[in-house]
Protein backbone atom coordinates (compact mmCIF):
# COMPACT_ATOMS: atom_id res chain seq x y z
CA UNK A 1 0.00 0.00 0.00
CA UNK A 2 1.16 3.71 -0.99
CA UNK A 3 1.54 6.15 1.31
CA UNK A 4 -0.96 8.43 -0.58
CA UNK A 5 -3.37 5.30 -0.44
CA UNK A 6 -2.98 4.90 3.12
CA UNK A 7 -3.57 8.69 3.69
CA UNK A 8 -7.03 8.41 1.49
CA UNK A 9 -8.29 5.05 3.45
CA UNK A 10 -7.46 6.66 6.76
CA UNK A 11 -9.68 9.50 5.79
CA UNK A 12 -12.04 7.21 4.16
CA UNK A 13 -12.17 4.89 7.82
CA UNK A 14 -12.56 8.26 9.57
CA UNK A 15 -15.72 9.35 7.86
CA UNK A 16 -17.42 6.03 8.15
CA UNK A 17 -16.50 6.32 11.67
CA UNK A 18 -18.07 9.29 11.88
CA UNK A 19 -21.29 8.04 10.25
CA UNK A 20 -21.27 4.61 11.70
CA UNK A 21 -21.09 6.10 15.30
CA UNK A 22 -24.00 8.58 14.23
CA UNK A 23 -26.00 6.00 12.78
CA UNK A 24 -25.35 3.42 16.11
CA UNK A 25 -27.13 5.55 18.24
CA UNK A 26 -30.50 5.21 20.00
CA UNK A 27 -33.87 6.48 19.55
CA UNK A 28 -33.49 8.37 22.72
CA UNK A 29 -29.49 9.29 21.17
CA UNK A 30 -27.92 7.10 23.87
CA UNK A 31 -24.89 5.10 22.26
CA UNK A 32 -25.36 1.20 21.99
CA UNK A 33 -28.20 -1.27 21.05
CA UNK A 34 -31.06 -1.60 22.92
CA UNK A 35 -31.38 -5.08 24.89
CA UNK A 36 -34.83 -5.64 24.22
CA UNK A 37 -34.50 -5.41 20.09
CA UNK A 38 -34.97 -8.91 18.71
CA UNK A 39 -33.11 -9.78 15.55
CA UNK A 40 -36.31 -9.51 13.41
CA UNK A 41 -36.98 -5.92 14.77
CA UNK A 42 -32.83 -5.24 13.96
CA UNK A 43 -33.30 -5.92 10.35
CA UNK A 44 -36.42 -3.99 10.28
CA UNK A 45 -34.29 -0.82 11.29
CA UNK A 46 -31.79 -1.43 8.92
CA UNK A 47 -29.12 -2.75 11.04
CA UNK A 48 -26.77 -5.56 9.79
CA UNK A 49 -24.86 -7.33 12.80
CA UNK A 50 -20.88 -8.35 11.23
CA UNK A 51 -19.13 -11.64 12.49
CA UNK A 52 -15.53 -10.66 12.92
CA UNK A 53 -13.10 -12.85 14.28
CA UNK A 54 -9.85 -12.09 15.20
CA UNK A 55 -6.13 -13.57 15.80
CA UNK A 56 -5.08 -13.98 19.03
CA UNK A 57 -4.11 -11.41 20.83
CA UNK A 58 -5.39 -8.56 18.39
CA UNK A 59 -8.03 -6.81 20.49
CA UNK A 60 -11.67 -5.64 19.56
CA UNK A 61 -12.25 -3.46 16.49
CA UNK A 62 -15.30 -2.38 17.00
CA UNK A 63 -13.90 1.26 18.61
CA UNK A 64 -11.97 1.30 15.20
CA UNK A 65 -15.34 2.02 13.02
CA UNK A 66 -17.72 3.66 15.59
CA UNK A 67 -19.50 0.59 16.13
CA UNK A 68 -21.95 -1.66 18.54
CA UNK A 69 -20.81 -4.46 20.48
CA UNK A 70 -23.35 -6.96 20.70
CA UNK A 71 -21.77 -10.14 21.67
CA UNK A 72 -18.00 -11.48 22.05
CA UNK A 73 -16.44 -14.37 22.70
CA UNK A 74 -13.28 -15.83 22.23
CA UNK A 75 -11.49 -14.70 19.31
CA UNK A 76 -15.03 -13.57 17.83
CA UNK A 77 -17.21 -10.33 18.46
CA UNK A 78 -20.47 -9.24 16.49
CA UNK A 79 -20.86 -5.85 15.90
CA UNK A 80 -23.97 -3.61 14.80
CA UNK A 81 -23.98 -0.97 11.58
CA UNK A 82 -26.20 0.43 9.57
CA UNK A 83 -27.22 -1.69 6.19
CA UNK A 84 -25.95 1.04 4.35
CA UNK A 85 -22.48 1.78 5.57
CA UNK A 86 -22.34 -2.61 5.59
CA UNK A 87 -20.41 -3.28 2.65
CA UNK A 88 -17.90 -0.55 3.31
CA UNK A 89 -17.03 -1.41 7.07
CA UNK A 90 -16.45 -4.74 5.73
CA UNK A 91 -13.85 -3.61 3.71
CA UNK A 92 -12.52 -1.04 6.44
CA UNK A 93 -12.37 -4.40 9.15
CA UNK A 94 -10.24 -6.45 6.27
CA UNK A 95 -7.56 -4.28 5.81
CA UNK A 96 -6.97 -4.24 9.51
CA UNK A 97 -3.86 -6.65 10.56
CA UNK A 98 -5.18 -9.65 12.35
CA UNK A 99 -8.28 -9.81 11.17
CA UNK A 100 -9.34 -13.12 9.84
CA UNK A 101 -12.73 -12.85 8.62
CA UNK A 102 -15.84 -10.82 8.92
CA UNK A 103 -18.98 -11.82 7.76
CA UNK A 104 -22.61 -10.63 7.59
CA UNK A 105 -24.90 -12.06 9.59
CA UNK A 106 -28.61 -13.52 8.80
CA UNK A 107 -31.88 -13.81 11.11
CA UNK A 108 -32.95 -17.28 12.08
CA UNK A 109 -36.40 -18.28 12.74
CA UNK A 110 -38.70 -21.17 13.38
CA UNK A 111 -40.22 -21.82 10.10
CA UNK A 112 -44.10 -21.47 9.34
CA UNK A 113 -46.52 -23.45 9.21
CA UNK A 114 -47.10 -24.93 13.26
CA UNK A 115 -50.41 -25.21 14.31
CA UNK A 116 -52.57 -27.80 12.68
CA UNK A 117 -55.57 -29.79 13.07
CA UNK A 118 -56.10 -33.35 14.48
CA UNK A 119 -56.11 -35.97 12.05
CA UNK A 120 -59.71 -37.32 10.92
CA UNK A 121 -60.72 -40.20 11.82
CA UNK A 122 -60.01 -42.54 8.94
CA UNK A 123 -57.14 -45.08 9.64
CA UNK A 124 -55.99 -46.52 13.55
CA UNK A 125 -55.19 -43.29 14.98
CA UNK A 126 -56.54 -43.95 18.10
CA UNK A 127 -55.85 -47.28 20.05
CA UNK A 128 -53.03 -49.69 19.62
CA UNK A 129 -51.22 -50.25 16.49
CA UNK A 130 -52.36 -53.02 14.37
CA UNK A 131 -48.85 -54.62 14.31
CA UNK A 132 -47.85 -54.51 17.93
CA UNK A 133 -49.33 -55.41 21.34
CA UNK A 134 -50.05 -53.30 24.48
CA UNK A 135 -47.01 -54.90 26.36
CA UNK A 136 -44.84 -53.69 23.81
CA UNK A 137 -45.23 -50.00 23.48
CA UNK A 138 -45.03 -47.26 25.93
CA UNK A 139 -47.94 -47.08 28.77
CA UNK A 140 -48.00 -43.25 27.95
CA UNK A 141 -52.12 -42.28 27.21
CA UNK A 142 -51.22 -40.14 23.99
CA UNK A 143 -48.62 -42.14 22.64
CA UNK A 144 -52.06 -43.18 20.69
CA UNK A 145 -51.90 -40.20 18.49
CA UNK A 146 -48.05 -40.32 17.61
CA UNK A 147 -48.43 -41.40 14.57
CA UNK A 148 -44.25 -41.59 14.05
CA UNK A 149 -43.88 -44.34 16.59
CA UNK A 150 -46.03 -46.35 14.37
CA UNK A 151 -45.46 -49.27 11.20
CA UNK A 152 -45.66 -48.33 7.88
CA UNK A 153 -48.41 -50.64 8.11
CA UNK A 154 -50.90 -48.16 9.81
CA UNK A 155 -49.56 -45.10 8.32
CA UNK A 156 -46.87 -44.58 4.90
CA UNK A 157 -45.35 -41.77 6.60
CA UNK A 158 -44.45 -43.61 9.63
CA UNK A 159 -41.38 -44.03 10.95
CA UNK A 160 -42.03 -47.85 13.61
CA UNK A 161 -40.08 -45.93 16.50
CA UNK A 162 -42.23 -48.56 18.83
CA UNK A 163 -40.61 -52.11 17.39
CA UNK A 164 -37.06 -50.16 17.77
CA UNK A 165 -38.23 -48.32 21.20
CA UNK A 166 -39.21 -52.23 22.50
CA UNK A 167 -35.91 -53.57 21.39
CA UNK A 168 -33.60 -51.19 22.69
CA UNK A 169 -31.60 -50.67 25.86
CA UNK A 170 -30.43 -47.34 27.81
CA UNK A 171 -26.70 -48.76 27.83
CA UNK A 172 -25.66 -45.65 27.38
CA UNK A 173 -27.49 -42.39 28.51
CA UNK A 174 -26.91 -39.51 25.71
CA UNK A 175 -26.92 -35.84 26.57
CA UNK A 176 -28.67 -33.54 24.07
CA UNK A 177 -28.44 -30.04 23.15
CA UNK A 178 -31.71 -28.36 21.77
CA UNK A 179 -31.11 -25.05 20.28
CA UNK A 180 -34.32 -22.84 19.58
CA UNK A 181 -36.31 -21.03 21.59
CA UNK A 182 -39.52 -21.31 23.63
CA UNK A 183 -38.91 -23.55 26.62
CA UNK A 184 -40.55 -24.05 29.47
CA UNK A 185 -41.08 -26.50 32.69
CA UNK A 186 -43.64 -29.21 31.79
CA UNK A 187 -45.03 -32.26 34.66
CA UNK A 188 -44.16 -34.51 31.47
CA UNK A 189 -40.40 -33.46 31.06
CA UNK A 190 -36.96 -33.22 32.93
CA UNK A 191 -34.46 -30.86 31.30
CA UNK A 192 -30.97 -30.83 32.62
CA UNK A 193 -28.95 -27.31 32.53
CA UNK A 194 -28.97 -24.88 29.16
CA UNK A 195 -27.63 -21.40 28.74
CA UNK A 196 -29.62 -18.58 26.90
CA UNK A 197 -28.27 -16.29 24.57
CA UNK A 198 -31.18 -13.93 23.87
CA UNK A 199 -30.24 -10.67 25.94
CA UNK A 200 -34.00 -10.40 27.11
CA UNK A 201 -33.91 -11.04 30.53
CA UNK A 202 -36.05 -13.90 30.54
CA UNK A 203 -33.32 -16.43 30.94
CA UNK A 204 -33.78 -19.93 29.39
CA UNK A 205 -37.40 -20.65 29.85
CA UNK A 206 -38.83 -17.78 28.37
CA UNK A 207 -42.31 -19.27 27.85
CA UNK A 208 -45.00 -16.93 29.89
CA UNK A 209 -48.55 -16.86 28.48
CA UNK A 210 -49.12 -13.00 28.65
CA UNK A 211 -45.96 -11.85 27.41
CA UNK A 212 -43.58 -14.61 25.52
CA UNK A 213 -45.98 -17.26 24.31
CA UNK A 214 -44.04 -18.95 21.92
CA UNK A 215 -43.64 -22.66 22.94
CA UNK A 216 -42.30 -23.62 20.20
CA UNK A 217 -38.59 -25.02 21.62
CA UNK A 218 -40.45 -27.02 24.38
CA UNK A 219 -42.79 -28.82 21.86
CA UNK A 220 -39.55 -29.69 19.79
CA UNK A 221 -38.14 -31.52 22.54
CA UNK A 222 -40.93 -33.29 23.76
CA UNK A 223 -40.65 -35.59 20.74
CA UNK A 224 -37.22 -36.40 21.74
CA UNK A 225 -37.61 -36.85 25.58
CA UNK A 226 -40.89 -36.53 27.05
CA UNK A 227 -40.83 -39.20 30.27
CA UNK A 228 -41.80 -42.24 28.71
CA UNK A 229 -43.74 -45.43 30.44
CA UNK A 230 -44.71 -43.58 33.03
CA UNK A 231 -48.46 -43.54 32.34
CA UNK A 232 -49.44 -39.76 32.09
CA UNK A 233 -48.94 -37.63 28.69
CA UNK A 234 -46.79 -38.22 25.61
CA UNK A 235 -44.07 -40.93 25.14
CA UNK A 236 -40.30 -39.43 24.21
CA UNK A 237 -37.64 -41.62 22.52
CA UNK A 238 -34.63 -41.17 24.52
CA UNK A 239 -33.97 -41.40 28.46
CA UNK A 240 -31.14 -38.50 27.76
CA UNK A 241 -29.99 -35.66 29.31
CA UNK A 242 -31.61 -32.59 27.24
CA UNK A 243 -29.95 -29.33 27.44
CA UNK A 244 -31.53 -26.24 25.93
CA UNK A 245 -29.68 -23.79 24.57
CA UNK A 246 -31.59 -20.51 23.69
CA UNK A 247 -31.28 -18.50 20.98
CA UNK A 248 -34.69 -17.24 19.72
CA UNK A 249 -36.69 -14.23 21.56
CA UNK A 250 -40.56 -14.29 22.40
CA UNK A 251 -41.11 -13.20 18.68
CA UNK A 252 -38.93 -16.26 17.43
CA UNK A 253 -36.11 -14.52 15.65
CA UNK A 254 -32.84 -14.75 16.66
CA UNK A 255 -29.19 -14.39 15.29
CA UNK A 256 -27.47 -16.99 12.99
CA UNK A 257 -24.04 -16.27 14.79
CA UNK A 258 -26.02 -17.00 18.07
CA UNK A 259 -26.61 -20.58 16.64
CA UNK A 260 -23.14 -20.73 15.40
CA UNK A 261 -22.30 -20.01 19.40
CA UNK A 262 -24.97 -22.63 20.96
CA UNK A 263 -23.30 -25.19 18.54
CA UNK A 264 -19.93 -24.80 20.06
CA UNK A 265 -21.50 -24.59 23.33
CA UNK A 266 -22.68 -27.64 22.37
CA UNK A 267 -19.60 -29.38 21.32
CA UNK A 268 -18.20 -28.26 24.93
CA UNK A 269 -16.40 -25.14 24.01
CA UNK A 270 -16.78 -22.08 26.30
CA UNK A 271 -18.72 -19.53 24.67
CA UNK A 272 -19.15 -16.92 27.30
CA UNK A 273 -22.52 -18.32 28.51
CA UNK A 274 -21.83 -18.87 31.77
CA UNK A 275 -21.30 -22.56 31.79
CA UNK A 276 -20.09 -24.96 29.76
CA UNK A 277 -21.28 -28.79 29.34
CA UNK A 278 -18.73 -31.24 31.28
CA UNK A 279 -18.52 -33.68 27.94
CA UNK A 280 -20.06 -32.52 24.10
CA UNK A 281 -23.38 -33.39 23.19
CA UNK A 282 -24.42 -36.41 21.48
CA UNK A 283 -27.17 -34.85 19.53
CA UNK A 284 -27.96 -31.18 18.31
CA UNK A 285 -31.09 -30.53 17.19
CA UNK A 286 -31.79 -27.82 15.11
CA UNK A 287 -35.49 -26.43 14.19
CA UNK A 288 -34.93 -23.12 12.74
CA UNK A 289 -34.00 -22.21 9.29
CA UNK A 290 -32.46 -18.85 8.36
CA UNK A 291 -32.57 -17.85 4.11
CA UNK A 292 -28.93 -18.05 3.56
CA UNK A 293 -26.63 -20.19 1.81
CA UNK A 294 -24.39 -21.87 5.33
CA UNK A 295 -22.10 -19.23 6.58
CA UNK A 296 -18.52 -19.81 6.72
CA UNK A 297 -18.95 -18.85 10.83
CA UNK A 298 -21.86 -21.27 11.38
CA UNK A 299 -20.31 -24.14 8.97
CA UNK A 300 -16.87 -23.93 11.20
CA UNK A 301 -19.18 -24.57 14.33
CA UNK A 302 -21.09 -27.42 12.89
CA UNK A 303 -17.63 -29.03 11.77
CA UNK A 304 -16.23 -28.25 15.62
CA UNK A 305 -19.42 -30.53 16.85
CA UNK A 306 -19.04 -33.53 14.17
CA UNK A 307 -15.36 -33.37 15.47
CA UNK A 308 -16.12 -33.43 19.02
CA UNK A 309 -19.07 -36.82 18.01
CA UNK A 310 -22.32 -35.04 17.98
CA UNK A 311 -24.84 -35.90 15.34
CA UNK A 312 -26.31 -32.80 13.75
CA UNK A 313 -29.74 -32.66 12.54
CA UNK A 314 -31.21 -29.83 11.02
CA UNK A 315 -35.20 -29.30 9.96
CA UNK A 316 -35.49 -28.68 6.30
CA UNK A 317 -37.63 -24.82 6.52
CA UNK A 318 -41.17 -24.84 5.30
CA UNK A 319 -40.81 -22.30 2.21
CA UNK A 320 -41.51 -25.27 -0.53
CA UNK A 321 -38.18 -24.16 -1.73
CA UNK A 322 -35.03 -25.40 -2.46
CA UNK A 323 -32.97 -25.98 0.70
CA UNK A 324 -29.45 -25.35 -0.80
CA UNK A 325 -30.57 -21.59 0.27
CA UNK A 326 -31.54 -22.23 3.60
CA UNK A 327 -28.90 -22.71 6.93
CA UNK A 328 -28.47 -24.42 8.64
CA UNK A 329 -30.16 -27.13 6.16
CA UNK A 330 -27.63 -26.78 3.36
CA UNK A 331 -24.38 -26.67 5.89
CA UNK A 332 -21.76 -30.31 5.78
CA UNK A 333 -21.93 -32.34 8.14
CA UNK A 334 -25.55 -32.05 9.14
CA UNK A 335 -28.68 -34.41 8.42
CA UNK A 336 -31.29 -32.47 7.04
CA UNK A 337 -34.95 -33.62 7.62
CA UNK A 338 -38.05 -32.61 4.95
CA UNK A 339 -41.58 -32.95 6.48
CA UNK A 340 -43.90 -36.00 4.94
CA UNK A 341 -48.06 -36.61 5.76
CA UNK A 342 -49.06 -39.68 7.43
CA UNK A 343 -50.28 -41.07 4.12
CA UNK A 344 -46.24 -40.77 3.07
CA UNK A 345 -46.42 -37.69 0.99
CA UNK A 346 -44.19 -34.65 0.73
CA UNK A 347 -45.91 -31.81 2.52
CA UNK A 348 -47.39 -28.66 0.77
CA UNK A 349 -44.99 -26.87 2.77
CA UNK A 350 -41.60 -28.90 3.14
CA UNK A 351 -38.15 -27.89 1.79
CA UNK A 352 -36.84 -30.08 -1.09
CA UNK A 353 -33.21 -31.03 -3.02
CA UNK A 354 -30.07 -32.21 -2.43
CA UNK A 355 -29.27 -31.12 1.08
CA UNK A 356 -32.18 -33.18 2.18
CA UNK A 357 -30.50 -36.75 4.21
CA UNK A 358 -33.78 -38.25 4.97
CA UNK A 359 -37.48 -37.01 5.83
CA UNK A 360 -40.00 -38.06 8.76
CA UNK A 361 -43.64 -37.21 9.52
CA UNK A 362 -44.05 -33.45 9.52
CA UNK A 363 -47.87 -32.78 9.09
CA UNK A 364 -50.18 -33.62 12.15
CA UNK A 365 -47.39 -33.95 14.98
CA UNK A 366 -48.38 -35.21 18.44
CA UNK A 367 -46.45 -32.10 21.36
CA UNK A 368 -46.71 -31.06 24.13
CA UNK A 369 -48.01 -27.79 24.78
CA UNK A 370 -48.90 -24.90 27.18
CA UNK A 371 -50.15 -25.40 30.70
CA UNK A 372 -48.92 -28.94 31.03
CA UNK A 373 -50.96 -30.27 27.82
CA UNK A 374 -50.46 -31.05 24.56
CA UNK A 375 -51.19 -29.84 20.59
CA UNK A 376 -51.01 -31.08 17.15
CA UNK A 377 -48.50 -29.39 15.24
CA UNK A 378 -47.20 -29.17 11.18
CA UNK A 379 -43.99 -28.54 9.81
CA UNK A 380 -40.40 -29.66 9.68
CA UNK A 381 -39.21 -28.22 12.46
CA UNK A 382 -40.86 -31.40 14.34
CA UNK A 383 -39.99 -34.03 11.51
CA UNK A 384 -36.13 -33.30 12.54
CA UNK A 385 -36.46 -33.80 16.28
CA UNK A 386 -38.27 -36.97 15.29
CA UNK A 387 -34.52 -38.13 13.53
CA UNK A 388 -33.16 -36.82 16.07
CA UNK A 389 -34.44 -39.24 18.55
CA UNK A 390 -34.57 -42.09 16.29
CA UNK A 391 -30.68 -41.79 15.67
CA UNK A 392 -30.58 -41.26 19.79
CA UNK A 393 -32.38 -44.47 20.12
CA UNK A 394 -29.85 -46.55 18.07
CA UNK A 395 -26.97 -44.77 19.78
CA UNK A 396 -27.80 -45.34 23.41
CA UNK A 397 -29.08 -49.03 22.77
CA UNK A 398 -25.59 -50.03 20.90
CA UNK A 399 -22.86 -47.13 22.32
CA UNK A 400 -19.42 -48.85 20.13
CA UNK A 401 -21.26 -47.71 16.93
CA UNK A 402 -19.27 -44.86 14.98
CA UNK A 403 -21.04 -41.88 14.35
CA UNK A 404 -20.20 -41.98 10.67
CA UNK A 405 -20.97 -45.66 10.57
CA UNK A 406 -24.70 -44.89 11.45
CA UNK A 407 -24.86 -41.86 9.30
CA UNK A 408 -23.98 -44.05 6.46
CA UNK A 409 -26.67 -46.79 7.38
CA UNK A 410 -29.57 -44.42 6.99
CA UNK A 411 -30.14 -44.42 3.48
CA UNK A 412 -30.35 -47.89 3.61
CA UNK A 413 -32.90 -47.68 6.41
CA UNK A 414 -35.90 -45.84 4.82
CA UNK A 415 -39.09 -46.63 3.44
CA UNK A 416 -40.11 -44.71 0.14
CA UNK A 417 -42.84 -41.61 -0.52
CA UNK A 418 -46.28 -42.34 -1.65
CA UNK A 419 -45.32 -39.59 -3.99
CA UNK A 420 -43.39 -36.36 -4.29
CA UNK A 421 -43.00 -34.06 -7.05
CA UNK A 422 -39.14 -32.92 -5.74
CA UNK A 423 -36.41 -34.47 -4.03
CA UNK A 424 -36.67 -35.07 -0.13
CA UNK A 425 -33.65 -37.30 0.68
CA UNK A 426 -33.28 -41.14 0.50
CA UNK A 427 -36.98 -41.62 2.08
CA UNK A 428 -38.84 -41.75 4.95
CA UNK A 429 -36.34 -42.85 7.96
CA UNK A 430 -37.44 -45.95 9.92
CA UNK A 431 -36.32 -46.67 13.06
CA UNK A 432 -36.97 -50.31 12.90
CA UNK A 433 -34.42 -50.95 9.88
CA UNK A 434 -32.26 -48.68 11.20
CA UNK A 435 -31.83 -50.86 14.16
CA UNK A 436 -31.39 -54.08 11.84
CA UNK A 437 -29.13 -52.59 9.90
CA UNK A 438 -26.84 -51.84 12.48
CA UNK A 439 -27.63 -55.13 14.23
CA UNK A 440 -26.42 -56.98 11.35
CA UNK A 441 -23.46 -54.95 10.81
CA UNK A 442 -21.86 -55.28 13.80
CA UNK A 443 -23.33 -58.46 14.95
CA UNK A 444 -25.31 -57.53 17.83
CA UNK A 445 -27.67 -60.72 17.62
CA UNK A 446 -24.56 -62.89 18.24
CA UNK A 447 -23.28 -63.92 21.58
CA UNK A 448 -20.74 -61.14 23.36
CA UNK A 449 -18.80 -60.72 26.01
CA UNK A 450 -18.15 -56.23 27.53
CA UNK A 451 -17.34 -54.37 29.94
CA UNK A 452 -19.80 -53.53 32.42
CA UNK A 453 -19.25 -49.95 32.29
CA UNK A 454 -20.56 -50.29 28.77
CA UNK A 455 -24.17 -51.43 29.27
CA UNK A 456 -24.51 -49.65 33.11
CA UNK A 457 -28.00 -47.82 32.67
CA UNK A 458 -29.66 -44.55 35.02
CA UNK A 459 -31.87 -46.39 36.50
CA UNK A 460 -34.44 -48.92 35.93
CA UNK A 461 -32.80 -50.00 32.80
CA UNK A 462 -32.58 -53.58 31.49
CA UNK A 463 -29.18 -54.21 33.48
CA UNK A 464 -30.00 -55.37 36.76
CA UNK A 465 -26.59 -55.78 37.78
CA UNK A 466 -25.61 -52.69 38.15
CA UNK A 467 -28.09 -50.59 39.65
CA UNK A 468 -26.66 -51.25 43.11
CA UNK A 469 -22.49 -51.41 42.35
CA UNK A 470 -20.35 -48.83 42.82
CA UNK A 471 -18.21 -47.48 39.93
CA UNK A 472 -14.82 -48.69 41.36
CA UNK A 473 -16.17 -51.96 41.65
CA UNK A 474 -17.68 -51.92 38.16
CA UNK A 475 -14.63 -51.30 36.54
CA UNK A 476 -13.50 -54.83 37.49
CA UNK A 477 -16.37 -56.38 35.78
CA UNK A 478 -17.56 -57.76 32.61
CA UNK A 479 -20.85 -59.35 31.34
CA UNK A 480 -21.54 -62.18 29.03
CA UNK A 481 -25.05 -61.90 27.08
CA UNK A 482 -26.13 -64.79 24.93
CA UNK A 483 -28.69 -62.15 22.98
CA UNK A 484 -29.88 -64.64 20.01
CA UNK A 485 -28.23 -67.58 20.81
CA UNK A 486 -30.62 -68.03 23.95
CA UNK A 487 -31.01 -71.58 24.15
CA UNK A 488 -33.55 -74.31 26.12
CA UNK A 489 -32.25 -77.10 27.42
CA UNK A 490 -28.64 -75.45 27.86
CA UNK A 491 -27.30 -77.06 30.87
CA UNK A 492 -24.15 -73.81 31.01
CA UNK A 493 -22.66 -71.37 28.96
CA UNK A 494 -19.47 -71.70 28.91
CA UNK A 495 -17.04 -68.86 27.82
CA UNK A 496 -13.82 -69.81 26.77
CA UNK A 497 -10.33 -67.99 25.52
CA UNK A 498 -7.64 -69.14 23.33
CA UNK A 499 -4.71 -66.49 22.12
CA UNK A 500 -5.30 -64.34 19.35
CA UNK A 501 -4.82 -65.74 15.91
CA UNK A 502 -5.11 -69.50 17.29
CA UNK A 503 -8.66 -71.50 16.15
CA UNK A 504 -11.69 -71.18 18.32
CA UNK A 505 -11.25 -74.99 18.94
CA UNK A 506 -11.66 -76.32 22.91
CA UNK A 507 -7.73 -77.97 21.85
CA UNK A 508 -6.49 -74.16 22.22
CA UNK A 509 -8.81 -73.26 24.44
CA UNK A 510 -8.97 -72.48 28.60
CA UNK A 511 -11.83 -72.15 30.21
CA UNK A 512 -12.95 -68.75 31.72
CA UNK A 513 -16.11 -69.24 33.49
CA UNK A 514 -19.97 -70.54 33.18
CA UNK A 515 -23.32 -69.61 33.81
CA UNK A 516 -26.63 -70.90 34.27
CA UNK A 517 -28.57 -67.95 33.15
CA UNK A 518 -27.98 -66.45 29.40
CA UNK A 519 -26.49 -63.55 31.17
CA UNK A 520 -23.90 -63.52 33.76
CA UNK A 521 -21.00 -61.14 35.49
CA UNK A 522 -17.06 -62.19 35.26
CA UNK A 523 -15.07 -60.99 37.72
CA UNK A 524 -11.77 -59.19 36.02
CA UNK A 525 -10.72 -61.82 33.84
CA UNK A 526 -7.91 -61.26 31.42
CA UNK A 527 -8.27 -60.23 28.36
CA UNK A 528 -5.30 -58.72 26.70
CA UNK A 529 -4.17 -60.96 24.46
CA UNK A 530 -7.06 -63.39 23.45
CA UNK A 531 -10.33 -64.48 21.45
CA UNK A 532 -13.22 -65.61 23.05
CA UNK A 533 -15.66 -68.31 22.59
CA UNK A 534 -18.56 -69.87 23.88
CA UNK A 535 -19.83 -73.55 23.94
CA UNK A 536 -23.03 -75.14 26.00
CA UNK A 537 -21.58 -77.57 28.24
CA UNK A 538 -23.41 -79.78 31.09
CA UNK A 539 -21.12 -78.82 34.28
CA UNK A 540 -19.50 -75.74 35.59
CA UNK A 541 -16.51 -76.55 35.00
CA UNK A 542 -16.70 -76.39 30.90
CA UNK A 543 -16.59 -80.21 30.34
CA UNK A 544 -18.86 -82.73 28.10
CA UNK A 545 -19.88 -79.72 26.22
CA UNK A 546 -21.40 -80.15 22.93
CA UNK A 547 -18.59 -79.14 19.53
CA UNK A 548 -15.19 -78.96 20.18
CA UNK A 549 -15.97 -75.76 17.95
CA UNK A 550 -16.51 -72.47 19.78
CA UNK A 551 -18.83 -69.81 19.08
CA UNK A 552 -17.38 -66.80 18.49
CA UNK A 553 -17.98 -63.69 20.82
CA UNK A 554 -18.42 -60.11 19.96
CA UNK A 555 -16.02 -58.23 21.84
CA UNK A 556 -16.40 -54.65 20.36
CA UNK A 557 -17.27 -53.25 23.59
CA UNK A 558 -14.53 -55.21 25.79
CA UNK A 559 -12.31 -52.52 26.75
CA UNK A 560 -12.99 -50.58 29.81
CA UNK A 561 -13.50 -47.40 29.25
CA UNK A 562 -10.84 -44.52 30.07
CA UNK A 563 -11.74 -43.41 33.54
CA UNK A 564 -11.24 -47.28 34.62
CA UNK A 565 -8.24 -47.05 33.53
Known amino acids: ?60 VADRVGAVITATWQNTEVIEVPASQAEAVEALLQLIPGIESVERDAVVSTPDPEAAEAPDSSGPVTGQSSTTSASTGPNDPRTRDQLWWRSVTDYAGASSVETAWARAETNERLRVVVIDGGFANHEDFSWRNGISLVDDGRGVFSYDADSCDTYHGQSVA ?73 TSNLQAAIDTANQAGALVVASAGNSRSDASGYAPASCRGVVTV ?18 LTVSALGQQVRVQGPEDGHRWMSGTSFS ?40 MGAGILNAARLQEEVVGLLGRDEPSLHHAMSVRTDGDGDSPFWSHVDEKRLCSLYEFDANERAETGVDYYSIFRVPQGEALTMDNAEHVQSGESVRFVLSNPETAGYEFGLQFCSNENGENCRSSELIPLQTARLQAPARCR
Request: charged fraction near 15%; charge should be negative; include cysteine.
Open 222 to 294: SIIGARTDNGTGMAGMLEADIHPARVLACDSSGHLYNVARAIRWAAGEDVGAGRTLPEPADIVNLSLSAETTC
Open 1 to 60: MTFRTGLLLLGFLASITTSVSASAQTPDGNEGSQNDITAAESQARGVVSLVVRREPGVGS
Open 338 to 355: GAVTRDGDQTSFSNYGSA
Open 384 to 423: APIVSGILGLIAQDIPELERDTLLDLLSDAVTPLTSSSNP
